[in-house]
């Protein structure tokens, strides 16, 4: 049976569309089974849509209490039953009920090498400081903004000329590979954690 996954977006989705294109493939060895947001109107959702994947969207602001959200998303998410859930541009921190549910297979893609640059500016961040390379890291996300234990990460070179957009657009491409790579791997075999190491086996 192939994984099921079940991706959360807040964006144009184009991590999304890697994993729905590489699940096209019965050998990646996992399905999107839904695509959740926190906001109406993304491309993200109508990509699901175009690929026939259910969606739900579950917004902040429909809730009186932030909690009452976190609960919400955890149910909507329960409800498709995954083995593992993928944050792709998911601009929402969740809770304590979705961490319970969730914690050890919640993998969000950050546009920065973590440590450095944490929070929804990476590229801005990484070019501001004037590092020379940046990348992207997978993570287990934890309670804190982009601190969970480090999956996988993949380096670009910060190029003189870059703006913000030119080197969004390269960790991207980066981004998105590492993103297919690992989480098929992970669908079809299994990890480690110890301490802060991550093995994926
Ligand atoms: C990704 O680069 C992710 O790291 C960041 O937002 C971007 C989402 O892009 N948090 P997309 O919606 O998958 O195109």
Known sequence: MPARLVVLVSGSGSNLQALLDATTDPAYGAEVVAVGADRTGTGGVARAGQAGVPTFVVPVGDFA????????????????????????????????????????????????????????????????????VTGATLHFVDAGVDTGPIIAQVAVPVLDDDTEESLTERIKVAERGQLVEYVGRMARQSWTVTGRKVTVL
């Open 65 to 132: 209490a932030r909690a009452e959200w976190d609960k919400a998303l955890t149910a909507a998410c329960a409800g498709y039953r995954p083995d593992l859930v993928v944050s792709a541009g998911f601009l929402k921190l969740v809770g304590a009920a979705f961490l319970a549910e969730y914690g050890g297979r919640y993998v969000n893609t950050h546009n920065a090498l973590l440590p450095a640059f944490p929070g929804i500016h990476g590229p801005r961040d990484a070019l501001g400081y004037g590092v020379k």
